[in-house]
């Protein structure tokens, strides 16, 4: 496959999981998300989706770079697309823990592990893909930052 083919492949499978996971987010967007207590820097509710898009078209483009390295050294790529599959897919797992059981603990605990496992995820892009690496570090701040709303929306709420 063609080297932009496979980062277009990755890019739609990240857009993918994101509309999937917005799927999930949106009914209790109108419902339960508005009753509880958030903190005062709670973004607001039009600026997730543009970041997310960015995002995920970030990790796409990211795991598509390292897809391209797979001739040079297969261990270490299949690895880091293994990584990059669990984190991609514990994203989605969070927006359902949160979202669609309302679940606001056992999302805090699974975004601290979503966090860990991008950071792996990083470290091994890094040892294949610098530039690679480099567009994870958004999506590690986001999610640090949504680790800390998480944790905060759960201690208001207890």
């Avoid at 996971?21 to 009753?35: A, D, F, G, K, R």
């Amino acid at each position: 496959m063609n080297k932009y083919l496979k980062i277009i492949y990755c890019v739609t499978i990240c857009l993918a999981v994101g509309y999937l996971s917005s799927n999930v987010t949106q009914s209790s967007i109108t419902t339960w998300y508005p009753e509880i207590k958030k903190p005062s820097f709670n973004p607001p509710n039009w600026v997730f989706a543009p970041v997310w898009t960015m995002l995920f078209i970030m990790m796409g483009i990211a795991a598509g770079m390292v897809w391209n390295k797979l001739e040079s050294n297969k261990e270490l790529v299949k690895k880091g697309l293994l990584f990059f599959t669990v984190q991609l897919l514990l994203n989605a797992l969070w927006s359902y823990l949160f979202f669609g059981l309302n679940n606001i603990l056992l999302a805090l605990i699974e975004i601290i592990l979503l966090w860990l496992i991008i950071y792996e995820t990083y470290l091994i892009f890094k040892q294949i893909d610098k530039r690679a690496s480099y567009l994870l570090i958004p999506y590690l701040a986001w999610v640090g930052f949504a680790t800390i709303l998480t944790g905060s929306i759960f201690w208001l709420n207890r």
